[in-house]
């Protein structure tokens, strides 16, 4: 099984950065594609960017100009810069991967960081 470790979360006042890093753990697959999704309170859970292996990008429309997502993948980690920072940003972020054992494809998520914009 892959484990996916986040790290980055933190405090910011609204127009403020922070970034997110994902490090995915494990032998034996390849990564298809990694991503982060945000839950709020009361909210569904939501697709915040997803990265392909070949470096393919989707984005939320709510975030597009303000958040960048990346991978290094030599080290199986992702990144999410996330800029110009509002309220409404504030939500837990957790870490998707979706890998390949040979022909069997699974997904992990993360165990999840606390975003806070404060305005």
């Known amino acids: 099984q892959v484990q996916l470790v986040e790290s980055g979360g933190g405090l910011v006042q609204a127009g403020g950065s922070l970034r997110l890093s994902c490090a995915a753990s494990?032998?034996?697959?390849?990564?298809?594609?990694m991503g982060w999704y945000r839950q709020a309170p009361g909210k569904q859970r939501e697709l915040v960017a997803a990265?392909?292996?070949?470096?393919?990008?989707n984005y939320a429309d709510s975030v597009k100009g303000r958040f960048t997502i990346s991978r290094d993948n030599a080290k199986n980690t992702v990144y999410l810069q996330m800029s110009s920072l509002k309220p409404e940003d504030t939500a837990v972020y957790y870490c998707n991967s979706e890998v390949l054992w040979g022909v069997l494809a699974t997904r992990s998520w993360g165990q999840g960081t606390q975003v806070t914009v404060s305005s």
């Open positions: 990265i392909t292996s070949g470096g393919n990008t």
């Open positions: 494990g032998s034996g697959f390849s990564i298809i594609a």
